[in-house]
């Protein structure tokens, strides 16, 4: 007859739908940041816009997710988590149409970043929803399938990209979003019910706290996407970084001077969250640049098209979708420490294989290190979100999820700033060290005539100058293709024309393998981060949500020792009648526990 009050925790009837329906408006979202870089180049001439220009559609889209997680999650634990997420595939749906009509690339720019916001709502609250429609001993899997279908975007979103518009034009990159937006908004209807676990956070919105977060990770996010351009050291970045360090500890005095915080400043104590949003920041600075170089070095160096790379890449995220959904039930049953330190310990070892490529690396030997980053994806993501997430009351997933999001954004944009940084510094060396080599190498050679060789040393000259203005972009053009072009030309098949041949090969060999060397250091750079991430990743636990309220027990236990010690004779069957009545005493001091900055 006890039978049902003892029966362990099922989860809501319709989990499974559940994570059916928020994993499509995820995947939706994640799809729209890998899709679009491949249609950039057929963008900037369809629209007739530059580069710089162009750019401005993949930072506009980044800067409003990193402005707007940590609010869309508070949005969602205050008025339901169901109505933010529907907010958000109605605003993602309807700003693909728009971005796909756009008539020129200001309106696109716009546009996109109305994408940004649905993309925010749709990724932040994603994860609360999952969390609360499982039971504990099953979240760890339910985040590892959550994690392995965001994966499948990440793969699916170069090769989709290049086929649509390959064979359509890049309006068809955002009209896709369109049908399956819909769909997503009728089943989100039907299947998510308006509560899950919990209740509402109660108080007003903190519409300060929300504008002081916003405007500090508005700034920093551009200061580190413009650094490049604008130039590390100009006025306009100091003055961006300067003001986002400021925003920071006012963002802290207010949110502990408000009775309704956007960020409970108190979820920084509970030690599973902190360790894992730690860690998935460095994650994200390990992953940032990563792909852009990696995308580079195969099509400048090697040669490839930007397709033929993207499905060379794809290696990474299929491996992690295998890895994922069995690293989730490996969490379960052992807990997120090891498998937070395994995933991040593989991305070391990626990257660090990757900073040892060469000018004569063949595909195959790309794809099976980057092998490597997807087994570390497959362990780490997973694990360090479900280990964030399990530790946190179901109130505050919400804001929890938000800023889970808003580190791993601003690691992933970070890692691109200093990567980026790192790449166009050491190509410009090398690029100097090629050019010495090769003028050497022509001066040398006696086939050449004298009055050629002042010629031919100046287009050398020109194109290595080229290379070093482009930030390595356009190392596969680094020679012209003719240096000898406009010169009197040798008789066919003489001596001459042979050495000259022989001259334009050995120069770009020089080129391809001075400028491969340029890649390395920025691997190492990701591979540090990569690294740091080991250690935060071993703090999160031996078990799913093992210091949960950790903000409170250490109050309660001090509290706890306190009536042990005023109890006569210390006797050990005393000591136990403590220890049962640890839950009750835990309760009493946990409402106290917030009010102690110390606890």
Known sequence: MNEPAHAPDQ????????LIAVSIGMFMALLDVTIVNIAMPRIITDL?????????????????????????????????????????????????????????IDWLIAFRAGQGLGGAALLTISLAIVLGAFPRRQQGMAVGLWGALGTAAAAVGPTLGGLLVTYRNWHWIFFVNVPIGLA????????????IRGK???????????????????????????????????????????????????????????????????????????AANTAICFVGMAMGGTFLLVVIFMVSVLGYSELRAAVALTV??????????????????????????????????????????????????????IAFIGVGMGFAMPTLSAASMASLPPDVRGVGSGSLNTLRQVGFTLGVAVLVAIFAHTVAINAQTATRQSVAYVMAQPQIPAAAKPLIVAKIESAAAKLAHSG??????????????????????????????????????IYKDDIAKSFKWPFYAAALAALLAIIPGLMTGSRLGEHEGHEKMNRAERTEATEAAAVAGGARGGARGDTSGGAAGGAAAAGGATEAPGA
């Not at 996010?221 to 003055?239: D, E, I, K, M």
């Not at 240096?483 to 060999?509: R, Y």
């Open 200 to 274: 509402r956070v109660e108080g007003g919105i903190d519409i300060p706290g929300i504008l002081i977060a916003g405007v500090g990770l508005f700034l920093l996010t551009l200061a580190l996407v413009q650094g490049n351009s604008w130039g590390w050291l100009s006025p306009a970045v100091v003055g961006m970084f300067a003001a986002a360090v400021v925003s920071f500890p006012v963002f802290l005095w207010w949110e502990a001077r408000t009775s309704h915080p956007m960020f409970p400043l108190k979820l920084l104590r509970i030690r599973s969250f902190t």
């Open 48 to 104: 007739h816009t530059t580069v710089t220009s162009a750019s401005w559609v993949l930072n506009a889209y980044s800067l409003v997710l990193a402005v707007s997680f940590l609010s869309m999650g508070r949005i969602g634990d205050k008025y339901g988590q169901k109505r933010v997420f529907i907010f958000g595939l109605v605003t993602f749906t309807l700003f693909s149409l728009l971005c796909g009509l756009a008539p020129n």
């Open 472 to 509: 390595g972009g356009d190392a596969a053009t680094a020679m012209p293709a003719d240096p000898l072009q406009g010169l009197p030309q040798a008789p066919a098949g003489s001596a001459q024309a042979l050495g000259e041949q022989q001259m334009i090969a050995h120069v770009k060999a």
């Open 316 to 369: 990474m995220p299929i491996v992690a979708l295998v890895i994922a959904p069995n690293a989730g039930r490996l969490v379960d049953r052992i807990g997120p420490r090891l498998p937070a330190a395994v995933g991040a310990a593989f991305f070391t070892v990626g990257l660090v294989l990757l900073a040892q490529l060469n000018g004569s690396t063949t595909v195959g030997q790309i794809m099976w290190r």
């Open 184 to 195: 997503a908004i009728v089943f989100t209807a039907l299947v998510i019910p308006a509560h």
């Open 11 to 18: 989860g809501h009837p319709r989990k499974w739908w559940i």
